[in-house]
């Protein structure tokens, strides 16, 4: 059977774990050359292995997103290794509690890792992609909390809401320049990885009111958004840009 995404070159920032990892294994298992991009380096080349030793493709990238030079040094390592790069999934995301009164330090935190990564990962992956000539898709991976807000997500939603836009803005200047490159974003409802299983792992009333605001009855898994960005990521979307893919049990919904 031929994959989804065979003889393509992925690269999943935030990929040595959770949706980063559910992502890594499916397009490695459905064909991909997959380069599995963190700042966790122990993580990350232990996924890769795993991937080979299923028989797929994975390298390990040293990736710190929100470093300008960082991205440099990346795409072109993952460029001489694979000689072009048509899927990115700017993935990598931290998520800490903090309301409006939460310190500066902390906001740019937030702003750095989940949008200025993701603004450098579009802008280096527009330009792999364009040098490659080869169709390309872009996926930013925001949230629901890009349309909606907690007391205690201020910057994170901020950060997610820039995302979604900033996803917008790419896609109609690959558009514009009749780029055959498809950015694309998309917003999970809250999924079981190791980002959000620490705050309830000692409180199960909190957990169950997070069930409770999802439609579905459960909570989601990596492998349900992992699916969505394998579509994205396919020829299966060609028709898809700008738009945003909301998988979320129903919680935006309601
Ligand atoms: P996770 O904590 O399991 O994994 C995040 C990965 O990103 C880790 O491997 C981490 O090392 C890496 N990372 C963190 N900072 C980085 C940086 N500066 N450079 C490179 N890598 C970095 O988190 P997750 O739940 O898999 O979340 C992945 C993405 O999905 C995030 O953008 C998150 O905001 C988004 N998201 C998650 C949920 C959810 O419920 N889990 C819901 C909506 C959106």
Redesign the pocket.
């Known amino acids: 059977m031929i994959g989804r995404v065979a003889n393509k070159v992925a690269m999943v ?2 990929g ?5 990892e559910a992502t890594s294994l499916l397009l490695a298992r459905e064909g991909a050359r997959v380069a599995v991009a ?3 380096q122990e ?1 990350g080349e232990r996924l890769a292995e795993r991937i080979r030793a299923e028989g797929g493709d994975a390298m390990f990238v040293p ?4 470093s300008e030079s960082a991205w440099d040094a990346a795409m072109a390592q993952v460029q001489q290794r694979c000689g072009k790069l048509n899927i990115l999934v700017n ?5 800490p509690e903090g309301d409006m009164e939460m310190s500066f330090e902390l906001w740019r935190k937030v702003m750095s ?2 949008l200025d ?1 993701t603004f450098l990962g579009t802008r280096a992956g527009i330009r792999a992609m364009r040098s490659s000539g080869e169709p390309g898709s872009i996926i930013n ?1 925001s ?2 909390m890009a349309m909606t807000a907690f007391p205690t997500t201020a910057a994170y939603s901020a950060s997610k809401g820039g995302v979604r836009s900033l996803t917008k803005a790419a896609a109609m200047y690959c558009g514009a320049h009749r780029l055959p490159i498809r950015v694309n974003s998309i917003h ?4 079981v ?4 299983a620490g705050y309830y792992e000692n409180n199960p009333e909190a957990l169950q009111a997070q069930i409770d605001m999802h439609p579905i009855g459960h909570l989601g898994t ?1 492998e349900d958004i992992a699916e969505g960005v394998l579509y994205l990521a396919s020829e299966a979307s060609r028709f898809v840009l700008g738009s945003e893919l909301v998988i979320d049990g129903g919680f935006l919904a309601r």
């Open positions: 920032t935030g040595a774990s959770g949706l980063g963190d700042v966790a993580a990736l710190d997103v929100s993935n990598a995301g931290i998520a890792v989940n990564g991976i949230s629901t999970p409802g809250m999924c990885t190791p980002l959000v990596a």
